[in-house]
Protein backbone atom coordinates (compact mmCIF):
# COMPACT_ATOMS: atom_id res chain seq x y z
CA UNK A 1 0.00 0.00 0.00
CA UNK A 2 1.62 3.14 -0.82
CA UNK A 3 2.50 5.66 2.87
CA UNK A 4 0.26 8.62 2.54
CA UNK A 5 0.48 11.62 4.76
CA UNK A 6 -1.82 10.52 8.05
CA UNK A 7 -4.55 13.42 8.95
CA UNK A 8 -6.06 12.77 12.43
CA UNK A 9 -9.94 13.53 13.20
CA UNK A 10 -10.50 17.07 13.82
CA UNK A 11 -7.72 18.45 11.95
CA UNK A 12 -8.63 21.63 10.13
CA UNK A 13 -6.97 22.31 6.57
CA UNK A 14 -4.87 25.12 6.39
CA UNK A 15 -6.19 27.08 3.25
CA UNK A 16 -3.81 29.01 0.69
CA UNK A 17 -4.40 31.31 -2.57
CA UNK A 18 -3.86 29.59 -5.41
CA UNK A 19 -2.54 31.53 -8.40
CA UNK A 20 -3.70 30.75 -11.97
CA UNK A 21 -1.61 30.79 -14.71
CA UNK A 22 -2.21 31.60 -18.58
CA UNK A 23 -0.90 30.30 -21.32
CA UNK A 24 -0.69 32.13 -24.44
CA UNK A 25 -0.32 30.40 -28.14
CA UNK A 26 2.14 31.74 -31.33
CA UNK A 27 2.54 30.99 -34.89
CA UNK A 28 6.24 31.21 -34.78
CA UNK A 29 8.34 27.72 -33.34
CA UNK A 30 9.46 28.21 -29.97
CA UNK A 31 13.65 27.98 -29.67
CA UNK A 32 15.03 24.87 -28.10
CA UNK A 33 16.16 26.28 -24.90
CA UNK A 34 12.54 27.89 -25.04
CA UNK A 35 10.65 24.91 -25.28
CA UNK A 36 12.87 23.16 -22.38
CA UNK A 37 11.82 26.35 -20.11
CA UNK A 38 8.50 26.32 -20.74
CA UNK A 39 8.30 22.60 -20.02
CA UNK A 40 10.10 22.85 -16.73
CA UNK A 41 7.50 25.47 -16.08
CA UNK A 42 4.80 23.28 -16.43
CA UNK A 43 5.05 20.77 -14.23
CA UNK A 44 5.92 23.23 -11.53
CA UNK A 45 2.67 25.74 -12.55
CA UNK A 46 -0.30 24.32 -10.44
CA UNK A 47 -3.24 22.79 -12.13
CA UNK A 48 -6.52 24.98 -12.82
CA UNK A 49 -8.74 25.14 -10.34
CA UNK A 50 -12.06 23.53 -10.77
CA UNK A 51 -14.42 25.99 -9.41
CA UNK A 52 -16.88 26.69 -12.38
CA UNK A 53 -19.95 26.17 -10.52
CA UNK A 54 -18.33 27.53 -6.94
CA UNK A 55 -21.66 30.09 -6.63
CA UNK A 56 -23.94 27.28 -6.97
CA UNK A 57 -22.99 26.07 -3.64
CA UNK A 58 -24.55 22.61 -4.58
CA UNK A 59 -22.76 19.61 -3.04
CA UNK A 60 -23.57 15.90 -4.23
CA UNK A 61 -22.37 13.06 -2.66
CA UNK A 62 -22.83 9.92 -3.83
CA UNK A 63 -22.18 6.32 -2.14
CA UNK A 64 -22.70 2.90 -2.25
CA UNK A 65 -26.34 1.60 -0.25
CA UNK A 66 -27.09 3.25 2.27
CA UNK A 67 -28.53 0.27 3.69
CA UNK A 68 -25.53 -0.56 5.01
CA UNK A 69 -25.19 2.33 8.05
CA UNK A 70 -21.32 3.23 7.71
CA UNK A 71 -22.26 4.87 4.05
CA UNK A 72 -25.66 6.13 5.72
CA UNK A 73 -23.02 7.71 8.34
CA UNK A 74 -21.43 9.33 4.90
CA UNK A 75 -24.53 10.72 3.47
CA UNK A 76 -25.73 12.14 7.32
CA UNK A 77 -21.60 13.66 7.94
CA UNK A 78 -21.58 15.44 4.73
CA UNK A 79 -25.19 16.74 5.12
CA UNK A 80 -24.80 18.00 8.23
CA UNK A 81 -21.12 19.83 7.67
CA UNK A 82 -22.07 20.79 4.20
CA UNK A 83 -25.33 22.53 5.57
CA UNK A 84 -23.55 24.52 8.21
CA UNK A 85 -21.28 25.88 5.73
CA UNK A 86 -23.94 27.54 3.67
CA UNK A 87 -24.61 24.61 1.08
CA UNK A 88 -27.18 22.16 -0.35
CA UNK A 89 -26.48 18.67 -0.05
CA UNK A 90 -28.00 15.91 -2.89
CA UNK A 91 -27.50 12.88 -1.93
CA UNK A 92 -27.72 9.68 -3.94
CA UNK A 93 -26.69 6.11 -3.80
CA UNK A 94 -24.54 3.96 -6.49
CA UNK A 95 -25.25 0.70 -4.77
CA UNK A 96 -21.70 -0.54 -5.85
CA UNK A 97 -23.19 -0.71 -9.55
CA UNK A 98 -20.43 1.61 -11.50
CA UNK A 99 -22.81 2.23 -14.04
CA UNK A 100 -25.19 3.37 -12.21
CA UNK A 101 -22.26 5.44 -10.58
CA UNK A 102 -21.55 6.95 -13.68
CA UNK A 103 -24.81 8.31 -14.49
CA UNK A 104 -25.41 10.06 -11.30
CA UNK A 105 -22.02 11.65 -12.42
CA UNK A 106 -23.69 12.80 -14.92
CA UNK A 107 -26.48 14.25 -13.08
CA UNK A 108 -24.18 16.19 -11.09
CA UNK A 109 -22.78 17.62 -13.80
CA UNK A 110 -25.62 18.61 -15.54
CA UNK A 111 -27.66 20.09 -12.17
CA UNK A 112 -24.17 22.18 -12.24
CA UNK A 113 -22.54 20.62 -8.68
CA UNK A 114 -20.01 22.54 -7.22
CA UNK A 115 -18.32 19.30 -5.66
CA UNK A 116 -18.75 15.94 -5.79
CA UNK A 117 -17.87 13.71 -2.45
CA UNK A 118 -17.97 10.27 -3.32
CA UNK A 119 -17.37 7.08 -1.50
CA UNK A 120 -16.87 4.82 -5.12
CA UNK A 121 -18.03 1.58 -6.93
CA UNK A 122 -14.77 0.69 -7.82
CA UNK A 123 -11.22 1.69 -8.05
CA UNK A 124 -10.36 1.29 -11.78
CA UNK A 125 -13.91 1.41 -12.86
CA UNK A 126 -14.65 4.95 -10.82
CA UNK A 127 -11.67 7.03 -12.98
CA UNK A 128 -13.77 7.93 -16.19
CA UNK A 129 -16.82 9.20 -13.97
CA UNK A 130 -13.63 11.55 -12.13
CA UNK A 131 -12.20 12.24 -15.23
CA UNK A 132 -16.04 13.86 -16.56
CA UNK A 133 -16.46 15.68 -13.52
CA UNK A 134 -12.49 17.23 -13.89
CA UNK A 135 -13.45 17.87 -17.78
CA UNK A 136 -16.91 19.79 -16.04
CA UNK A 137 -14.74 21.96 -13.90
CA UNK A 138 -16.05 19.93 -10.81
CA UNK A 139 -13.70 19.00 -8.21
CA UNK A 140 -14.27 15.48 -6.73
CA UNK A 141 -13.32 14.65 -2.95
CA UNK A 142 -12.90 10.82 -2.44
CA UNK A 143 -13.56 9.22 0.82
CA UNK A 144 -13.45 5.97 2.67
CA UNK A 145 -12.56 3.85 -0.91
CA UNK A 146 -9.51 5.59 -3.15
CA UNK A 147 -9.11 5.33 -7.18
CA UNK A 148 -6.40 4.05 -8.59
CA UNK A 149 -5.64 6.97 -10.59
CA UNK A 150 -3.35 10.34 -9.23
CA UNK A 151 -4.41 13.84 -10.08
CA UNK A 152 -8.24 13.20 -10.80
CA UNK A 153 -9.24 13.86 -7.63
CA UNK A 154 -8.50 17.05 -5.28
CA UNK A 155 -8.35 14.75 -2.47
CA UNK A 156 -8.94 11.08 -1.22
CA UNK A 157 -9.22 10.72 2.58
CA UNK A 158 -9.08 7.14 3.44
CA UNK A 159 -9.03 5.14 6.96
CA UNK A 160 -5.76 3.54 7.65
CA UNK A 161 -7.03 0.29 6.79
CA UNK A 162 -3.34 -1.35 6.96
CA UNK A 163 -3.01 0.08 10.45
CA UNK A 164 -6.44 -0.78 11.71
CA UNK A 165 -6.98 -4.46 10.41
CA UNK A 166 -3.17 -5.12 11.34
CA UNK A 167 -4.21 -4.29 15.11
CA UNK A 168 -7.55 -6.04 14.66
CA UNK A 169 -5.31 -9.38 14.01
CA UNK A 170 -2.74 -8.54 16.55
CA UNK A 171 -5.68 -8.50 18.92
CA UNK A 172 -6.91 -12.07 17.85
CA UNK A 173 -3.81 -13.69 17.75
CA UNK A 174 -3.10 -12.58 21.23
CA UNK A 175 -6.91 -13.96 22.52
CA UNK A 176 -6.22 -17.53 20.18
CA UNK A 177 -2.09 -17.63 21.29
CA UNK A 178 -1.64 -17.97 17.72
CA UNK A 179 -3.21 -21.26 17.23
CA UNK A 180 -5.90 -23.02 15.42
CA UNK A 181 -7.50 -22.87 12.62
CA UNK A 182 -9.23 -19.85 10.70
CA UNK A 183 -11.38 -18.94 8.02
CA UNK A 184 -11.76 -15.24 6.01
CA UNK A 185 -14.48 -13.46 4.50
CA UNK A 186 -13.22 -11.04 2.04
CA UNK A 187 -15.75 -7.92 0.71
CA UNK A 188 -15.93 -6.62 -2.80
CA UNK A 189 -12.73 -7.49 -4.97
CA UNK A 190 -12.75 -4.51 -7.18
CA UNK A 191 -11.83 -2.47 -3.87
CA UNK A 192 -8.88 -1.57 -3.05
CA UNK A 193 -9.64 -1.96 1.00
CA UNK A 194 -10.46 -5.46 0.47
CA UNK A 195 -7.26 -6.77 -0.40
CA UNK A 196 -5.27 -3.80 1.80
CA UNK A 197 -7.40 -5.46 4.65
CA UNK A 198 -6.68 -9.17 3.83
CA UNK A 199 -3.27 -8.73 3.56
CA UNK A 200 -2.85 -6.83 7.02
CA UNK A 201 -4.14 -9.62 8.14
CA UNK A 202 -2.06 -11.93 6.75
CA UNK A 203 0.78 -10.17 7.46
CA UNK A 204 0.33 -10.99 11.17
CA UNK A 205 -1.54 -14.38 11.39
CA UNK A 206 0.78 -15.84 9.12
CA UNK A 207 3.38 -15.47 11.49
CA UNK A 208 1.71 -17.71 13.95
CA UNK A 209 0.78 -21.28 14.16
CA UNK A 210 -2.94 -20.49 13.03
CA UNK A 211 -4.07 -21.96 9.68
CA UNK A 212 -6.75 -20.84 7.12
CA UNK A 213 -8.93 -23.47 6.39
CA UNK A 214 -10.96 -21.21 3.83
CA UNK A 215 -11.52 -17.46 2.02
CA UNK A 216 -14.26 -16.85 0.30
CA UNK A 217 -15.54 -13.47 -0.49
CA UNK A 218 -19.20 -12.19 0.72
CA UNK A 219 -18.83 -8.87 -0.73
CA UNK A 220 -19.12 -7.02 2.07
CA UNK A 221 -22.73 -8.13 2.66
CA UNK A 222 -24.38 -9.44 5.85
CA UNK A 223 -26.59 -11.63 4.16
CA UNK A 224 -24.10 -13.05 1.88
CA UNK A 225 -21.50 -13.48 5.43
CA UNK A 226 -24.02 -15.40 7.06
CA UNK A 227 -24.50 -18.11 4.36
CA UNK A 228 -21.09 -18.38 3.60
CA UNK A 229 -20.75 -18.47 7.40
CA UNK A 230 -22.82 -21.43 7.65
CA UNK A 231 -21.34 -23.25 4.88
CA UNK A 232 -17.75 -22.66 6.41
CA UNK A 233 -19.01 -23.72 9.75
CA UNK A 234 -20.64 -26.97 7.89
CA UNK A 235 -17.25 -28.17 6.58
CA UNK A 236 -14.93 -26.96 9.18
CA UNK A 237 -16.85 -26.96 12.70
CA UNK A 238 -13.04 -26.81 14.39
CA UNK A 239 -12.50 -23.37 13.55
CA UNK A 240 -11.83 -21.03 16.38
CA UNK A 241 -11.76 -17.52 14.69
CA UNK A 242 -13.28 -15.83 11.23
CA UNK A 243 -11.69 -12.71 10.45
CA UNK A 244 -14.07 -10.61 8.14
CA UNK A 245 -13.14 -7.17 5.66
CA UNK A 246 -16.06 -5.66 7.70
CA UNK A 247 -18.27 -5.31 9.96
CA UNK A 248 -21.54 -6.07 8.01
CA UNK A 249 -19.68 -9.81 6.67
CA UNK A 250 -18.68 -10.01 10.86
CA UNK A 251 -22.07 -9.37 12.06
CA UNK A 252 -23.42 -12.02 9.74
CA UNK A 253 -20.60 -14.57 10.74
CA UNK A 254 -21.57 -14.04 14.40
CA UNK A 255 -25.70 -15.18 13.70
CA UNK A 256 -23.71 -17.77 12.18
CA UNK A 257 -21.78 -19.26 14.81
CA UNK A 258 -24.75 -18.27 17.27
CA UNK A 259 -27.46 -20.85 15.05
CA UNK A 260 -24.42 -23.43 14.74
CA UNK A 261 -24.33 -24.02 18.86
CA UNK A 262 -21.09 -25.03 18.92
CA UNK A 263 -19.11 -26.30 21.94
CA UNK A 264 -15.87 -24.17 21.56
CA UNK A 265 -15.47 -20.30 21.15
CA UNK A 266 -15.14 -18.69 17.75
CA UNK A 267 -13.45 -15.33 17.73
CA UNK A 268 -15.00 -12.90 15.06
CA UNK A 269 -13.08 -10.03 13.83
CA UNK A 270 -14.21 -7.26 11.29
CA UNK A 271 -13.37 -3.93 10.12
CA UNK A 272 -15.81 -0.23 10.29
CA UNK A 273 -16.77 0.33 13.58
CA UNK A 274 -20.34 -0.22 13.54
CA UNK A 275 -22.80 -0.48 16.00
CA UNK A 276 -24.21 -3.61 15.47
CA UNK A 277 -20.74 -4.77 15.93
CA UNK A 278 -19.91 -2.87 18.87
CA UNK A 279 -23.30 -4.74 20.35
CA UNK A 280 -22.02 -7.94 19.00
CA UNK A 281 -18.78 -7.50 20.99
CA UNK A 282 -20.39 -6.21 24.16
CA UNK A 283 -22.73 -9.74 23.84
CA UNK A 284 -19.58 -11.87 23.52
CA UNK A 285 -20.88 -12.85 20.46
CA UNK A 286 -17.61 -10.69 18.52
CA UNK A 287 -13.86 -10.02 19.25
CA UNK A 288 -13.46 -6.41 17.91
CA UNK A 289 -13.12 -4.19 15.07
CA UNK A 290 -11.15 -1.39 13.65
CA UNK A 291 -13.19 1.60 13.69
CA UNK A 292 -12.57 3.15 10.44
CA UNK A 293 -13.67 7.24 11.57
CA UNK A 294 -16.01 7.99 8.95
CA UNK A 295 -17.75 10.33 10.53
CA UNK A 296 -14.70 12.60 10.89
CA UNK A 297 -13.26 11.52 7.51
CA UNK A 298 -16.53 12.90 5.49
CA UNK A 299 -16.88 15.99 7.29
CA UNK A 300 -13.07 16.93 6.55
CA UNK A 301 -13.30 16.33 2.66
CA UNK A 302 -16.38 18.40 3.02
CA UNK A 303 -14.63 21.21 4.68
CA UNK A 304 -11.71 20.74 2.36
CA UNK A 305 -13.78 21.24 -1.17
CA UNK A 306 -15.26 24.67 1.20
CA UNK A 307 -11.49 25.52 0.93
CA UNK A 308 -10.55 24.16 -2.08
CA UNK A 309 -14.08 26.55 -3.51
CA UNK A 310 -13.40 29.50 -1.71
CA UNK A 311 -9.38 29.62 -2.07
CA UNK A 312 -8.20 27.28 -4.93
CA UNK A 313 -6.66 24.88 -2.38
CA UNK A 314 -6.98 22.26 0.64
CA UNK A 315 -3.07 23.07 1.38
CA UNK A 316 -2.86 18.99 1.75
CA UNK A 317 -1.47 15.99 -0.05
CA UNK A 318 -4.07 14.20 -2.51
CA UNK A 319 -4.06 11.37 -0.69
CA UNK A 320 -4.62 11.19 3.41
CA UNK A 321 -5.06 8.90 6.32
CA UNK A 322 -6.79 8.90 9.26
CA UNK A 323 -6.27 6.07 11.81
CA UNK A 324 -8.11 3.39 12.95
CA UNK A 325 -8.86 2.72 16.71
CA UNK A 326 -9.45 -0.25 17.93
CA UNK A 327 -12.55 -1.70 19.62
CA UNK A 328 -13.32 -4.91 22.08
CA UNK A 329 -15.03 -5.62 24.93
CA UNK A 330 -12.54 -3.22 26.88
CA UNK A 331 -13.91 0.01 25.10
CA UNK A 332 -16.94 -1.06 23.10
CA UNK A 333 -19.05 1.05 25.38
CA UNK A 334 -17.19 4.68 24.25
CA UNK A 335 -18.12 4.33 20.23
CA UNK A 336 -21.29 5.20 18.77
CA UNK A 337 -22.27 6.18 15.07
CA UNK A 338 -18.77 5.89 14.54
CA UNK A 339 -17.73 8.52 16.43
CA UNK A 340 -15.33 6.72 19.81
CA UNK A 341 -15.11 9.29 22.70
CA UNK A 342 -12.73 7.02 24.48
CA UNK A 343 -8.99 8.55 25.01
Not at 149 to 171: K, R, W
Not at 261 to 287: F, P, Q, T
Not at 292 to 301: F, G, K, L, S
Not at 308 to 333: H, M, R, S, V, W
Request: glycine letters at 6%; aromatic letters at 6%; a negative charge.
Amino acid sequence: MKMFKKVLAGFVAAAMVATMVGCGSSSEAPAAEDTEAAAEASTEAPAAVLNVNADNKLIYCITPSTSNPYFGTVQTACTEEGEALGYTVKCVSHDDDAQKQAELFDTAISEGASAIVCDNAGADASIEAVQKAVDAGIPTFMVDREINQEGLCVSQIVADNNQGATEAAQYLVEVTGGEGKYAELLGLESDTNCHVRSDAFHAVIDQTNMEMVAQQSANWDQTEGQQKAETILQQYPDIVAIVCGNDTMACGAAAAVASANLDHEVYIIGVDGSNDMRDNIKDGKALATALQQIDAITREAVKQANDYLTTGTTGLEEKQLFPCQLINADNADSLDNFVYSGN
